[in-house]
């Protein structure tokens, strides 16, 4: 198997998951591992929300049809008694690799991810701080480097390069727009943050974020005002913490939040959970754009279904909102490509 240099696309923080053999070498400045004997409750904290509603899917596996899936979306049936969490028997089987690991997101997820019963071992790199670099190889990889529209495309260029992309192994982190699109509407709205969802679709900067407020769950209603302030509050949060850190980073433990869970679901799906959806910037067919966030269903092999029914029926604001975020969206991709292009091919 070709190995793929640490250094080669991580920028920043990026966590590797779904390695259940020894591919990653560790590294001698970080190592931990830990052990989970006992039946623990799911990492519900991160969990995302289940159960999509979906008219229509494109399958990147061709072969799943649509009542398949919709079986799959109803969730496995309730015991009679059974509690509002699952209990999971944890494999402790995974293990996990932050890259960038001594950075402000890399710390706080390295702690997120220690918690969680599914994973046996978690290998930290960075280059900071050691003394020796090591090249790893993975089977799965989560870009959370900005610019991530770009960065995506990018990390897709070099693994092409080096012979081992696999579209539906490489995601760009887009998690944590679907954390605060919640968050806002569940103040906004007086409801509970753990039973609010908002997909968010397009890219993850500026005007590319776009909440699909009209597809909130529940069921909410928005006027035309709240709509426009809490779409333009989402696609700036972002910039809303550079601004009040004044210089000294940007988001670093809500981003950890939001990597862990990503992490939590790719795991869960590797294990064989058959109902993991997450909102994430991915090779699309869905619209014009070679990449593109959407909901996904996330499987044992990556990402299994992109879920297209979230585009259709969209309110005449999400609908021009969407054209909009395309050409700014289709330029990062082309330089994120032309970039690569112009570096010097390495073995
Ligand atoms: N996707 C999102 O929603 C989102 C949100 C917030 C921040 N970010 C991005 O996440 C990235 C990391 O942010 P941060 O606050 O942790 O930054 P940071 O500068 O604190 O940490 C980055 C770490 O990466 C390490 N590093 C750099 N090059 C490396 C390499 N080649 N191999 C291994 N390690 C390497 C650095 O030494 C540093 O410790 C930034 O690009 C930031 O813009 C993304
Ligand atoms: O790192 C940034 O520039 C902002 C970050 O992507 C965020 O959404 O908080």
Redesign the pocket.
């Known amino acids: 198997m070709a190995a793929t240099s640490?250094?080669t696309f991580?920028?920043?923080?990026t966590a590797s998951a779904g390695c259940k053999v020894d591919h990653l070498k560790q590294s001698k400045a970080f190592r931990i591992k830990f052990n989970s004997k006992n039946y623990l409750r799911t990492f519900n904290g991160l969990k995302s929300a289940n159960s999509v509603n979906c008219e229509s899917v494109s399958s990147f596996l061709g072969s799943e049809s649509q009542t398949a899936l919709k079986r799959s979306y109803k969730g496995k049936p309730q015991k009679q008694n059974q509690r509002s969490y699952s209990y999971v028997q944890p494999q402790a089987s995974y293990k996990v690799a932050v890259?960038?690991a001594?950075?402000?997101?890399?710390q706080p997820l390295a702690l997120l991810v220690k918690m969680s019963p599914l994973v046996s071992a978690l290998n930290l790199?960075?280059?900071?701080n050691v003394k020796e670099l090591r090249l790893i190889s993975v089977t799965a990889t989560h870009p959370?480097?900005?610019p991530?529209n770009s960065t995506v495309p990018i990390a897709a260029e070099v693994l092409k390069q080096k012979g081992v992309y696999d579209p539906k192994k490489l995601f760009g982190?887009?998690t944590?727009d679907v954390v605060r699109a919640n968050t806002f509407v569940a103040q906004k709205k007086n409801l509970r943050l753990i039973d609010v969802d908002v997909p968010v679709i397009g890219g993850?900067a500026g005007i590319t974020i776009l909440p699909l407020l009209s597809k909130t769950k529940p069921s909410v209603t928005f006027t035309d005002d709240e709509v426009e302030e809490l779409t333009v509050r989402i696609q700036n949060a972002?910039t809303e913490v550079v601004e009040a850190k004044a210089g000294a980073?940007?988001?670093?433990l809500s981003?950890a939040y939001?990597a862990a869970r990503f992490v939590e679901s790719s795991l869960r799906a590797l294990d064989g959970d058959s109902d993991v959806y997450e909102c994430a910037y991915i090779q699309s067919d869905l619209t014009e754009l070679p990449f593109f966030a959407s909901r996904i269903k996330l499987g044992r092999n990556g990402v299994e279904a992109v879920i297209g029914s979230e585009l259709q029926g969209l309110t005449e604001y999400e609908q021009k909102a969407l054209e909009a975020l395309k050409p700014e969206l289709k330029s990062s991709i082309e330089k994120g490509v032309a970039f690569v292009q112009k570096q010097p091919v390495t073995a």
Do not use: F, K, R
């Not at 991580?10 to 923080?13: R, T």
């Not at 980073?249 to 670093?252: D, E, H, K, R």
């Open positions: 640490a250094t991580s920028i920043g923080s890259l960038g001594a950075g402000g997101i890399g790199y960075d280059i900071a959370l480097s900005n991530v982190v887009t944590l993850h972002g980073g940007s988001a670093t981003m939001a």
